[in-house]
């Protein structure tokens, strides 16, 4: 079946995109990425004394998978403007992650900054695929200063605690006119079946695979959830009732 | 003259260009930007950029990440 995701104007066949991070090393990396069949995958920008792991993007370019670079770390629009244009200068790329959370224990986005930040790069030329809270009143506000998706979480980055509040998740759904990834909070396969079942366009994820027991099989599974979940939400599933209706026909 | 360089106080000579900086952090020869002084300095100007006594330099890289 033929059912592309397009964000910018640009094709991807796969509806998962994963984050780099947390892996154990660049082999572990390689096959859950393989495994998983992404293609986008996030980098951050860091000092280039403090890098420490080096060789991720000859990773991805071996294995032709786009650089989705994010600004994380970022705790303001200014700081988040200016490792997009970084970003942009050392990879050659105009989209952009962007990442503005407020602080350490929650890494919950900074709506106010966020916003500003959204708007200034779009402004300056680049795709931005902005990581949101999971309210649908920033979501719209995002979509209207321009960004290319809106990317809510499901729960705060790297606890595993699914989609907490499904409902506002549909919510925003329901109304973008831009695909809406659901970016962190992936636990397990299930969660990401839900994301795509509520309507998200796609999956953004690390965490969940990169820290598994078995990486390569846990990125196999996301692919199967994103895959089966969309399958179902185009399917249309059957309205939940109260009392049970039989299958069999009467006797 | 002194330079801060990813954080670190640096003695350089005077008229050491961004792309000396680059060099001397060792950096990878692709996927580096240089920020000086909190604004981009394209790569085709690192020659002919020199950094000023003071200047601030950044020197980054792509990492594993998000």
């Not at chain 1, 997009?84 to 050392?90: C, G, I, K, M």
Request: charged share 20%.
């Amino acid at each position: 079946m033929d059912d592309p995701l397009i964000i910018a104007g640009r094709e991807f066949r796969s509806r998962l995109v994963t984050g780099t991070g947390g892996a154990a090393n660049l082999s572990v990396l390689e096959r859950a990425l393989v495994a998983s069949g992404t293609e986008l995958t996030t980098v951050a920008m860091r000092r280039v004394d403090a890098a420490g792991q080096t060789g991720v993007l000859e990773l991805l370019r071996r294995l032709g998978i786009d650089v989705l670079p994010n600004t994380a770390g970022c705790r303001t629009s200014a700081e988040a403007v200016l490792t997009a244009q970084l970003a942009r200068e050392a990879l050659e790329t105009n989209w952009v992650k962007l990442e503005v959370v407020h602080d350490e224990e929650t890494l919950l986005p900074d709506p106010v900054e966020l916003l500003d930040a959204a708007e200034r790069l779009v402004l300056d030329g680049f795709v931005v695929l902005p990581y949101t809270n999971d309210d649908p009143v920033l979501a719209r506000k995002l979509e209207d200063v321009g960004c290319a998706t809106v990317m809510p979480l499901g729960s705060p980055i790297g606890t595993g605690l699914g989609i907490r509040n499904p409902h506002n998740i549909e919510l925003i759904t329901s109304r973008a006119s831009v695909p809406v990834v659901l970016d962190a909070g992936i636990g397990t396969a299930s969660d990401a079946a839900l994301a795509m079942e509520l309507g998200c366009s796609a999956v953004l994820l690390a965490t969940a695979v990169t820290r598994a027991q078995d990486p390569e099989r846990m990125a196999a599974a996301m692919r199967c959830a994103v895959e089966g979940g969309r399958l179902a939400r185009l399917a249309g599933r059957i309205p939940q009732r109260f009392w049970a209706q039989a299958s069999s026909p009467g006797l | 003259m002194r330079a801060q360089v990813n954080g670190t106080t640096r003695e350089l000579t005077e008229g050491t260009s961004v792309a000396a900086v680059v060099e001397l952090m060792g950096a990878p020869e692709k996927g580096v930007a240089v920020a000086l002084d909190g604004a981009v300095v394209p790569r085709a100007l690192w020659d002919t950029t020199t950094v000023p006594d003071g200047g601030v330099v950044e020197v980054l890289t792509a990492v594993q990440g998000g």
